[in-house]
């Protein structure tokens, strides 16, 4: 990155309001946990269709396609993920996540309502968009309000929501699909009101950060749009053709040449824009100048791509292959959730007692690794000991892994950077759980046309649903099984390179503890010192709050401990 464009984007940081407000226990204890339901709730929401998704194919007439009820949610939740750090940075915390609670809580009603397969799809896609949101904004308050000595424990309990969620949505959701009364739209019927009571409750019990006096289209002129429309074209343009070449097309077709080759020039002018366009870039390239920080970035693009494909295609692989009800398969995912849960939450207080990650996120990535191998010998006859045995060592990987990965990250990046580090370690995990669901999806279309033998190929009309076997002969059915139980083993051995890569990186992550400060070269720590000490001085009377005279003294120096400092090391001793 040029100098001069480096230091206006600097500048443009250094003016943004600083939004740290670390509150006293007992109200933080309130507002976290109603931040905390709310991110349970999402979490349900966005993994909880997985085992409807057959009886939603069926009800919809939508058996070639249901795999887009997963894949626009997590489209839609990679394309704004990214924004909502800076959207956040400019607007405020507490607006933008409440207009995320109120946006699920829309998009869930439009989903209990759809009448047919697309309005279900744009009903999932808002969802997305506010699933990334409610996400991401929950951890950069709890970035802000809890400081980052302390964070580990707080982002593990956080951690342990998305495992509890990932429990409860199954479970929910296969319970309402089995009813007759209900079906799967009562899933939604119930979610969205939940969404509008914790909105509710966040309006009253989170505290509001005071921002910077402006007019609304001056705060709008900052936003990095044409990073966001370049983005928006690269990554959908990307996308359908991975989800659909192949079965919806021909992969040497014009159209899916086409989009390809406008995805890739969309790519490079984002980076572009990036880089040298964008007054308030939502990925600054800075970011990507220390060496831990590019790797843990890759890291969660690749074990995005393993989780969601985990939760989705298991249940499918109980369904079709071991001919459980979804019910069962939600039951069936629990030791990998429970496992995730209890792990996520001793990894946060692991970290937050000894001040270290390093091991933590190795002993993660060792077991994920070694638990997606054992997926891999998964078949019709396995005993289900294996799954259960399999799930449980992966769920330890994953509560080792995903909040661990975040602490780590902000302890290798300046304060400054905070929101949009979180928003683009969520973009990149969200970008390769959908990429993950593609892909995943197409390698188990093909491979089932591949199992499937040519007299048996015209009885199966999803990929998804196992045919009624009732009117087949035993080997018919036999071979029919045998077929999804391939195509099932082919999704999960692609997962364990992917998470063999991941384990292979942990090498260039170096621990640095929790209390070690950030050494800028001088011409990029002055820029980044931002408003001298007066200006500090005025910044925090008109926030509310007081500037210590060792704040003062040292201009551009992080008010929490154990942050990274942008201006003297030597400052301060954290």
């Not at 006859?381 to 799930?391: S, Y």
Request: charged share 10%; proline share 5%.
């Amino acid at each position: 990155m040029s100098t001069s464009t480096s230091e206006k984007q600097a500048k443009n940081e250094a003016l943004l309001q600083d939004q740290t407000n670390l509150l006293p226990r007992k109200q933080l204890l309130i507002v976290f946990s109603t931040m905390a339901s709310a991110f349970l709730v999402a979490y349900a929401d966005q993994n909880g269709i997985a085992v409807a998704l057959p009886t939603m194919a069926e009800d919809l007439n939508a058996a070639d396609t249901i795999a887009w009820a997963g894949t626009s949610s997590m489209i839609a939740n990679t394309l704004f993920q990214v924004l909502y750090g800076r959207l956040s940075d400019i607007f405020g915390r507490k607006i933008i996540y409440l207009s995320a609670v109120a946006l699920l809580a829309i998009g869930d009603i439009l989903c209990a309502t759809a009448v047919n397969a697309p309005m279900l799809y744009v009903a999932r896609g808002l969802a997305g968009i506010a699933i990334g949101g409610v996400n991401s904004l929950t951890m950069m308050i709890v970035s802000d309000i809890v400081s980052l000595q302390e964070r580990g424990r707080y982002q593990g309990i956080i951690g342990s929501c998305i495992g509890l969620g990932n429990t409860i949505g199954p479970f929910l959701s296969a319970g309402f699909t089995q009813s007759s009364k209900t079906s799967w739209r009562g899933f939604f019927f119930l979610l969205s009101p939940l969404m509008l009571c914790s909105g509710v409750a966040s309006f009253f019990l989170l505290p509001s950060t005071p921002m910077a006096k402006g007019q609304g289209l001056q705060k709008a002129r900052l936003v990095d749009w044409w990073g966001l429309l370049t983005g928006t074209v690269a990554i959908v343009l990307f996308l359908i053709p991975v989800s659909g070449g192949g079965s919806y097309f021909q992969w040497n077709s014009p159209l899916v040449i086409s989009m390809l080759s406008i995805a890739g020039v969309a790519t490079v002018a984002f980076l572009l824009v990036e880089w040298k366009v964008s007054k308030l870039p939502m990925v600054p390239m800075r970011m990507f100048k220390t060496p831990a920080v590019a790797v843990i970035l890759l890291q969660n693009f690749l074990f995005g791509y393993v989780y969601y494909s985990e939760l989705y295609y298991l249940p499918i692989y109980f369904q079709n292959v071991r001919r459980v009800s979804p019910i069962v398969s939600a039951a069936l995912l629990t030791p990998l959730v429970v496992a995730q849960m209890i792990f996520s939450v001793g990894s946060g207080f692991y970290i937050t007692r000894f001040s270290r990650y390093g091991e933590v996120i190795w002993s993660g990535f060792t077991c994920w690794t070694l638990g997606a191998g054992l997926l891999c010998i998964l078949g019709q006859g396995t005993n289900l000991a294996v799954p259960v045995i399999a799930q449980m060592i992966i769920g330890v990987g994953v509560g080792n892994v995903f909040q661990p990965c975040l602490i780590a990250l902000q302890a290798h990046s300046p304060k400054a950077l905070r929101a949009v580090v979180i928003s683009n370690r969520n973009f990149l995990r969200a970008l390769g759980g959908a990429v993950g669901l593609a892909c995943s999806s197409q390698l188990l279309q093909s491979s089932l046309r591949r199992a499937l033998p040519e007299e048996l190929r015209h009885l199966v009309a999803s990929s998804y649903k196992l045919p009624d076997l009732g009117s087949l002969s035993s080997s018919q059915a036999t071979q029919l099984e045998s077929a999804y139980a391939q195509a099932s083993h082919d999704v999960f051995i692609s997962m364990v390179p992917i998470m063999g890569l991941c384990l292979v990186l942990c090498v260039f992550i170096k621990d640095r503890g929790l209390s070690t400060k950030e050494v800028k070269p001088a011409s990029e720590a002055a820029e980044a010192a931002g408003p001298g000490p007066a200006d500090q001085e005025a910044q925090g009377q008109d926030s509310g709050k007081d500037v210590s005279p060792s704040d003062t003294a040292s201009a551009g120096a992080d008010s929490e401990k154990g942050e990274p400092t942008p201006v003297k090391p030597a400052s301060r001793t954290g």
